[in-house]
């Protein structure tokens, strides 16, 4: 069994300080710090059971930019099909010669078990589990308040939409209060979830706007709402009644920032417009996503002794 910094599978499992070690670190490879120096090489394998543009790539970029020797395993063509259970492909990659897997799963929590299981040596990072949590969005997430506030002490963050199937609102808000954010959640109430009670209050967007200093928008997942919530679901309304609407976007503070997990549903979360905005920070959030992924990375080749003494 590894230690939590051999896996990084949720970053509640941090102290504040390790978090804080990470944001720092992955703040320096923006700044041009070099990639350390591996002992050997290390096999890294990504495995996608979800789509995915932005998580995927700035993994394959940031194992690029650490010198590791990367797998892409596609899951279309791979004995999944054939029923193979998540337990045995972990099993198979760690047998082939892998060192870590990436790995995003629709099954919350998908890394539970594993992670206890004492013949598992290889590293696991949790790069999506379905509603549960998502790492490395809420470190780039961090990177890009820290960058623009230089502190999280006293922010206010409106957490907005879909709220009741997001990881990113699941792991935001409990990293984002544990580092001393102050969170108000904002949707439809169908869509609202008794579980983020703990981390702040649901209330309505128009009376939120003016105070913040970080709205983020989230994305309508469409495809984990079921078929009745499909079929009555209508763009339009969404935008009109929990959409970030240029008009509303003009109540927010000068300096309050934009964000958006992305893929951004254009017209819906919030005006077409609004996405490259001056106060927008969504492509930002991308490009952090990389150093982000580099910093995690990092961090497990570190617990595992895998990296030369600087
Ligand atoms: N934000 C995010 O996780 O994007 P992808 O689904 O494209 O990875």
């Given amino acids: 069994m590894l230690t939590e910094m051999e896996n990084l599978v949720d970053l509640d499992t941090l102290s504040i300080r390790e978090l804080n070690d990470l944001l720092d670190l992955a703040l320096m490879y923006q700044e041009g710090k070099n990639a350390p120096t591996l002992k050997r090489d290390v096999r890294i394998a990504n495995l996608f059971f979800e789509n995915s543009t932005r998580t995927v790539t700035s993994f394959q970029m940031a ?13 279309a063509g791979s004995s999944v099909q054939k029923g193979e259970s998540l337990e045995d492909t972990i099993k198979t990659i760690q047998a082939i010669g892998m060192d870590i897997a990436v790995v995003r799963h629709p099954a919350t929590g998908w890394y539970r078990e594993l992670v206890a299981d004492r013949n598992l040596h290889l590293s696991l990072v949790n790069a999506g589990d379905g509603a549960g949590v998502h790492p490395s969005q809420t470190l ?20 907005v939409g879909d709220l009741s ?40 967007l128009d009376d939120l706007l003016a105070d913040v200093d970080v709205c983020m928008c989230l994305r309508v997942q469409l495809e984990r709402i079921g078929q009745a919530g499909r079929a009555t679901f209508t763009a339009n309304d969404y935008h009109q009644q929990y959409g970030l609407t240029k008009a509303r976007a ?11 997990p992305a893929p951004v549903n ?45």
């Fill in 63 to 75: 194992e690029h930019r650490l010198g590791l020797s990367r797998f892409d395993i596609s899951v």
């Fill in 140 to 159: 780039l997430d961090l990177m890009t308040i820290k960058k623009e506030f230089g502190h999280f002490d006293g922010l206010k963050v409106a957490i």
């Fill in 165 to 204: 199937h997001s990881r990113v609102a699941n792991s935001d808000a409990k990293i984002f209060r544990k580092l001393g954010m102050s969170i108000r959640f904002a949707g439809p109430e169908e869509w609202w979830s008794e579980e983020l009670a703990p981390f702040g209050s649901f209330e309505k």
């Fill in 250 to 260: 003009e109540r927010l503070k000068k300096t309050a920032i934009i964000m958006h």
């Fill in 266 to 310: 254009r017209g819906i979360e919030l005006d077409d417009e609004l996405v490259e905005s001056k106060q927008s920070r969504i492509f930002d959030q991308m490009a952090n996503g990389v150093y982000a992924r580099m910093a995690m990375l990092t961090r497990i080749l570190e617990e595992r002794d895998l990296l030369e003494k600087e």
